[in-house]
């Protein structure tokens, strides 16, 4: 039997991408969404993929994604945890609506998603779980309109501490946990950025250009096969030399 894997966000952007390489290398992948149910259509019209719509905030909404996918596909080996959102401002004037949706979305999915999987992944001693976390949860960041975005870092910067001690927890079991920061990418929401404020971003990048989606999806399909096996607990960074951590 092939290997299964859910893909959260997966419909558009970078999740479009990692949902298309997996399928490529022979897995069989299930694409979550929120709401765009035009863009959900395309995604599974276009690369024969099963799409699965629901909010990753939602513990209870998780657990009935991953029985859905689990009963048509069968059990999921490979977690790839894209899902994210930005609600940027400044602290000053954040509110805490704008706070809470993006750590929902952006962190307490990863738990959501990850602890409804861990436990099939430990029973059968294999599962790969890869977390696209940000160069902004590595080094912060003001948003790409300067308007703030302590939120954001934060929720992403969490990601990279959740991958650590996850990795630690599981690696007896044959289960490796990664994390990707994935730099500035060429996508509908790095395009809706005005020119101006796009161009400054290019300046600072070494290699002069925005990042494509198969740059990262490639790197998730390495990190989900059996290849990958002694990579665990790493924060690969993907962002033109823009920024250069330390993990």
Request: aromatic content about 6%.
């Amino acid at each position: 039997m092939g290997r299964v894997a859910i893909v959260t966000g997966g419909t558009r952007g970078i999740g479009h991408a990692i949902v298309k390489r997996l399928k490529e290398a022979g897995f069989a992948v299930a694409a979550g969404y929120a709401g765009n149910d035009a863009a959900a259509q395309a995604t599974a019209e276009e690369l024969g993929v099963m799409i699965v719509k629901g909010n990753v905030g939602n513990f209870d909404d998780c657990k009935r994604a991953v029985a859905e996918v689990e009963a048509k596909l069968g059990p999921i080996d490979t977690l790839v945890n894209n899902a994210g959102i930005t609600r940027d401002a400044v602290l000053h004037r954040m509110t805490p609506e704008q706070w809470n949706e993006v750590i929902y979305v952006n962190l307490a999915s990863i738990f959501n998603m990850s602890r409804h999987v861990i436990e099939g992944m430990r029973e059968r001693n294999f599962g790969r779980i890869v977390t696209i976390s940000s160069i902004n949860g590595q080094k912060g960041q003001v948003g790409q309109t300067m308007v703030g975005q302590t939120n954001y870092s934060a929720s992403k910067a969490g990601a990279i501490g959740f991958t650590k001690a996850l990795a630690q927890e599981n690696a007896r079991k044959n289960i490796t946990v990664n994390c990707i920061c994935p730099g500035y990418i060429d996508t509908e929401m790095v395009q809706a950025v005005p020119p101006k404020v796009l161009e400054s971003i290019i300046a600072q990048i070494p290699i002069g250009r925005l990042g494509q989606g198969y740059e990262i999806a490639s790197m998730v399909a390495y990190l989900a096969s059996e290849e990958a096996s002694y990579i665990t607990g790493s924060v690969m960074t993907i962002n033109g030399g823009q920024y250069i951590a330390n993990g």
